[in-house]
């Protein structure tokens, strides 16, 4: 009953909402122990406020009026309001630990995605090479999450899913849940919309404008939940919860490689979107954490250590590689290195897309 | 007998006023007689100043924090700025006001006062524990201004040890900081330990005092493993020895465990001395026995020592073992149990009282309201199940600043009212008190309430920038950040006010019964002309209004004195006479 009046009071208002959707099968378990817990706090809250307000206007008296007992104890009293909030205590930490416990026994054969974690943006592996930031599942299908950083300690949280790790950098972390609603799909002319709208303006993808992604996929919010610095709020990316296998593979297929008839050029473009080069590395030659693209290709860069050098292909294909073998003088030592992440045919996606962003390079 | 109107025979007993020369403030002049004094009631002057210009520096970085959420994508910081205010904000607020406010202000003033003590068992420790805060704080300040710091006060790393900002100044000031804490934790336990007069049983001391040697358990015990923590860190950096990071062969999680080794206990440092004030400013001001004496003193205790024990819950999302996340849920809970029966006791002692809603008391009511609310959401976090959705959340910033500053700071606050015609020998505007505290408390729970919700929504800490939907929530608090900070202003303008065109204060002005109410407000020098007789703190029966005079005095009734001790020589430390 008491949750049913909650969920009314939620369901007031998006503005007023009390918890994001509620999509997993760990979603039933913490929001009923939260309700349950919210719902004992309340009941004691109450009776420690009304009997303070109560008390404080009852009890007032005059200066000089002698207090009407001067009682300094009462043992039965004191037992029993020891006693009887410790066994809801109890409850709690029994029914916290229970369904704690169903988070953290990954079921066999779960569907695996592999997640790199890096400043700041994240990396979700598919398998055989296929590698986007968004997290595309299937519902009703228990997932395993194998978590790795490459640099600080990140956490990964799904609010809708109410499933968070952290992902710590020299260790592997693993999380799992099972979603169970589907997150539907735009009509045709929307997406066709929103897609010419962002090419016309020649911006990105607007997650937060369109509510759904690239590929008309409405999805829940995937956050950083541990401080990792400067872009720490950016180090975001959406969850996509597919219907059936059929569409989740083709989503999946269609990022494995570049397509026949698509250029180095157009699928660079793409990576250095879908790779989290873009949370870095601007386009403009607007200062970001890494130097800009802009012009790049056959500039000369002055070096944190060593002699300067012009930027050339064996230089690009280095950095993406090794990133922290030559570091631009001013710029900090955070890129990760994304070896054995990206094919050859991606590194060279991503030089030809590089050397189109300088006159140099055309 | 009807209020007071006339006394009953027995010796009346009341100081009157302090003449010019023998109180502390006056009976020696210049500002050397303040730098090189030895006075525990002027040291716990000068850190009373001190903290409180810490607290309005982190005042009002929170309130540019809390200003740029309101539109993020405005031009106020960029992310990078964000970081570096938010770290500055809590850095301050934890090592520099929170930690040293009530005990080391508060505390230096009134241990040996409410002990029936001179002074405290080191005064020259005592000045030189004064001094290191200083000079942290100074480095500390100019540390995070300086060059920048972006680690959150918490340092974790590998971000601390790889990030440029100056990691290595700042935990040097926090290291330094903390020899200050150690040293007047170490002074208050040998004080209470040895200078109780005679007839002062350890039953027979106030809970402050209680409260007070707790906390000073915890830092002599606690502070050194956050010093060695920071020493590793700092190694760690400049030697790129692997004990946190992987790069190296460390690990990350160790350093969370050692830091919040300390840090958990450091936040009962932050609520035990808070504590202690409630349980003076509830029982004075409704002018009856504190109700469960034993159990409020021993609960100090064993919140002190359970309170080493608790330190994983800050990982249940870390990646720990199953088993040990367990052991460390089922342990928190054990220490919610003694903090909530002293809410119990302070509703029981007001029970059946004769309660005056002076500003003391308002902030007292005010304090148990706020804190009920942080100790109850602890139990959401408590839980191993919501906690995996609400930690790291905003649900988490409201929780520990309904606990920090709806608890800590609003005892403060409260304490500060209640001693302050002791300390400073001047009345304040009781009217423009309460209203101080009325906005405090509607400010405090319009920034923060609506962070609960936040939090419960999913939305993160520590982020500069937030997704839409959670706007509104967050404008929210924002005006109620202001209406806090406006609160704030109130009640500094009606303390700084007092001094200047209060009425005199009279010894005993709320009728309390510990030791300090039986010397003149301001004390004199060496607190007591005689030594005081020593009764149960909390037993009103003697003490009557004066209506003639409008004043509390103690009516003795004809009973023995407890061993007089005159002090006719002046003690070994008289050197801080000039
Ligand atoms: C005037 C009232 C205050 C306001 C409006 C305020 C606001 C804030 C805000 C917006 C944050 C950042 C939250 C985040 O993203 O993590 C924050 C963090 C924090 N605040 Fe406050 N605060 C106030 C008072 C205090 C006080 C009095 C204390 C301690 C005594 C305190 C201690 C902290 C700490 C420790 C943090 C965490 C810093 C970190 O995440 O590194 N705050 N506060
Ligand atoms: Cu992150």
Redesign the pocket.
């Known amino acids: 009953m008491l949750p049913a009046a909650f969920s009314l009071l939620a369901d007031y208002t998006e503005d007023y909402a009390w918890f994001p959707d509620s999509a997993s099968t760990f979603s039933e378990g913490v929001d009923s122990l939260y309700y349950w817990i919210t719902g004992i706090a309340f009941f004691f809250f109450v009776i420690v406020i009304v009997a303070l307000f109560f008390f404080a206007l009852k009890y007032r008296k005059a200066k000089g009026e002698k207090a009407t007992s001067q009682v300094s104890h009462n043992t039965p009293l004191e037992l029993a309001w020891s006693v009887i909030p410790s066994i809801f205590l109890v409850g709690m930490f029994i029914f916290g630990a229970k369904v704690y416990l169903d988070m953290r026994t990954i079921p066999d054969g779960s569907y695996e995605v592999g997640v790199q974690a890096f400043k700041w943006g994240w990396t979700m592996d598919y398998g055989k090479g296929t590698y986007h930031p968004e997290l595309h599942l299937l519902v009703n299908e228990p997932t395993k999450l194998t978590m790795r950083s490459s640099d600080v300690i990140h956490s990964l949280y799904v609010p809708a899913f109410r499933a968070k790790k952290d992902v710590v950098p020299g260790r592997y972390n693993y999380m799992w849940f099972e979603p169970t609603l589907v997150t539907p799909k735009v009509s045709d002319e929307e997406l066709a919309e929103a897609t010419k709208e962002v090419e016309e303006s020649g911006g990105t993808w607007d997650y937060d404008k369109y509510q759904f992604t690239p590929d008309g996929y409405k999805f829940y919010d995937l956050y950083c939940a541990e401080?990792c610095g400067e872009n720490h709020s950016e180090m975001q990316t959406v969850v996509v919860v597919h219907e059936t296998r059929e569409d989740l593979e083709a989503w999946v297929k269609k990022y494995s490689s570049r397509g026949d008839n698509v250029s180095l050029e157009a699928y660079g473009e793409q990576l250095y979107e879908r790779r989290g080069c873009s949370s870095c590395h601007s386009i403009d030659g607007s200062q970001r954490v890494g130097p800009s693209y802009q012009d790049a290709f056959g500039s000369t860069r002055a070096f944190a250590s060593g002699p300067s050098a012009m930027i050339d292909e064996n230089y690009l294909r280095e950095s993406i590689l090794y990133p922290k073998e030559k570091v631009v003088a001013g710029y900090a030592p955070v890129m990760p290195s994304y070896k054995g992440q990206l094919s050859d045919d991606d590194i060279d996606s991503l030089i030809a897309y590089i050397k189109s962003l300088s006159s140099a390079g055309q | 007998m009807s209020a007071g109107t006339t006394l009953p025979a027995g010796i009346v007993r009341d100081p009157g006023f302090p003449t010019q020369s023998e109180n502390y403030l006056t009976n020696s002049k210049g500002v050397l007689s303040w730098i090189f004094t030895l006075d525990h009631k002027r040291i716990g002057v000068m850190y009373l100043i001190g903290v409180s210009l810490s607290?309005l520096l982190?005042?009002l970085l929170?309130?540019a924090?809390?200003w740029h959420?309101v539109d993020p994508d405005g031009a106020l910081f960029s992310n990078a700025i964000y970081n570096q205010v938010?770290?500055l904000?809590?850095?301050i607020?934890?090592f520099l006001?929170?930690i040293p406010s009530i005990p080391a202000a508060l505390g230096n003033f009134l241990v040996p006062v409410m002990l029936g003590a001179k002074d405290v068992a080191f005064p020259r420790l005592n000045l030189s524990s004064f001094y290191l805060w200083i000079f942290g704080a100074i480095f500390f300040v100019l540390a995070l201004c300086g060059s920048g710091l972006d680690t959150?006060?918490?340092f974790y790393t590998p971000y601390s040890t790889t990030t440029d900002t100056s990691v290595i100044l700042a935990t040097l000031g926090a290291f330094i900081l903390g020899f200050s804490s150690i040293f007047t934790g170490l002074n208050f336990i040998v004080t209470i330990n040895t200078m109780r007069p005679p007839g002062m049983t350890w039953f027979r001391m106030p809970l402050f005092l209680w409260a007070t040697y707790a906390t000073s358990i915890i830092q002599v015990l606690a502070t050194p493993v956050l010093g060695i923590t920071l020493l590793l860190l700092i190694a760690e950096r400049t030697m790129q020895i692997g004990i946190f990071n992987p790069e190296f062969n460390g690990d990350p999680v160790t350093y969370q465990h050692f830091f919040w080794f300390y840090s958990h206990p450091a936040v009962y440092i932050?609520i035990l001395p808070a504590f202690g004030i409630i349980s003076e400013i509830i029982s004075v001001h409704s002018h009856k026995h504190i109700f469960g004496y034993r159990f409020i003193a021993y609960s100090s205790i064993a919140i002190a020592l359970l309170g080493f024990l608790v330190w994983g819950h800050h990982m249940f999302t870390a990646g720990m073992s199953d088993m040990t996340t367990i052991i460390f849920s089922a342990l928190t809970f054990t220490v919610s149990i003694p903090s909530a029966i002293k809410v119990f006791n302070w509703l029981a002692t007001m029970y059946k009282g004769s309660i005056s809603l002076t500003t003391p008391m308002c902030y007292a009511i005010s304090f148990i309201f706020l804190f009920t609310i942080g100790g109850l959401t602890g139990l959401h976090l408590g839980t191993l199940a919501t906690d995996q959705h609400l930690h790291d959340t905003?649900f988490v910033?409201a929780h520990?600043?309904y606990v920090?500053?709806g608890g800590?700071?609003v005892a403060f606050l409260g304490g500060l009212f209640h001693w302050w015609p002791k300390m400073f020998g001047r009345m304040y505007n009781e009217t423009g008190g309460r209203i101080s505290a009325l906005l405090v408390f509607l400010g405090f729970n319009l920034?923060f309430l609506p962070q609960f919700v936040l939090g419960s929504r999913g939305m993160p800490?520590?982020?500069a920038t937030y997704d839409p939907e959670f706007a509104f929530l967050h404008t929210m608090s924002t005006h109620g950040?202001t209406l806090?900070?406006f609160g704030?202003l109130v009640a500094l303008i009606v303390l700084l006010r007092s001094l200047f065109s209060g009425r005199r204060a009279v010894a005993n002005p709320w009728g309390g019964a510990t030791l300090e109410w039986n010397c003149t407000s301001p004390p004199p020098f060496y607190n007591f002309e005689r030594a005081p007789i020593v009764g149960d703190p909390y037993d009103f029966h003697d003490i009557e209004w004066d209506a003639e005079n409008e004043r509390y005095v103690t009516i003795e009734p004809e009973r023995k004195l407890a061993p007089e001790t005159i002090p006719d020589e002046a003690p070994a430390h008289a050197g801080g006479q000039n």
Do not use: P, Q, S
């Open positions: 401080y | 607290f982190g005042g929170a309130l924090l809390r959420l938010f770290t904000h809590g850095a607020m934890v006001f929170i959150g006060w918490t932050m905003y910033v520990f600043h920090m500053v800590t700071l920034t800490r520590r982020y950040a806090l900070g704030l």
